[in-house]
């Protein structure tokens, strides 16, 4: 039987079965499992004329590839699987620690962005009609007990001089006959 099956059956051409092979991927639904067997399946009839090393390389390669989770393919592609059930064990950790990440949340640049287009408030200042008196009022005693500060420090240190600049407590503010002069 295997002899009228090699004279009279209708085997797929090479060429055929490599573009198969190279154009399948994981369809939606397809368990892991499934699509690495299918992969496996298409290489050997796609490399029928190679050693079985070369097609479950280029198996391993087209299942890191056609996987429906393009980053989690790119992942495990990078870390260049020796073989089928290696490539299963790295996809298997890379969706792990992916969902085991997904739960905590995420400081990235974006945020980083939004937060510094956020508008803040920023009030207007008060105008001369709005300063309550109650405010020019302890302003003034501040002031007041400033220059007692001043005076009386100028007067422990032995000077008797009243500098005509500086306000005296009860006086106007500056001394007109200085300017005067």
Request: proline fraction near 4%; charged fraction near 25%; aromatic fraction near 8%.
């Amino acid at each position: 039987m295997q002899r009228l099956q090699e004279r009279f059956g209708a085997r797929e051409l090479t060429a055929t079965a490599q573009g198969r092979f190279h154009v399948a991927y994981q369809e939606v639904g397809e368990s892991l499992d499934n699509w690495s067997d299918r992969a496996l399946k298409l290489a050997t009839a796609a490399f029928r004329d190679l050693p079985y090393a070369y097609a479950a390389e280029q198996a391993v390669t087209q299942f890191c590839h056609g996987l429906i989770d393009e980053e989690a393919g790119k992942h495990v592609s990078l870390q260049l699987p020796t073989s089928m059930g290696d490539a299963m064990n790295m996809l298997k950790i890379y969706c792990h620690v992916q969902s085991a990440c997904a739960a905590a949340p995420r400081y990235t640049q974006e945020t980083e962005q939004e937060e510094s287009m956020l508008v803040h408030e920023v009030k207007k200042a008060p105008t001369v009609d709005e300063v309550s008196v109650s405010a020019v009022d302890k302003l003034t005693q501040v002031v007041e007990k400033l220059l007692d500060a001043v005076e009386r420090l100028s007067n422990s240190f032995g000077s008797s001089a009243v500098d005509p600049f500086v306000r005296q407590p009860g006086k106007p503010f500056r001394n007109k006959k200085v300017y005067a002069e």
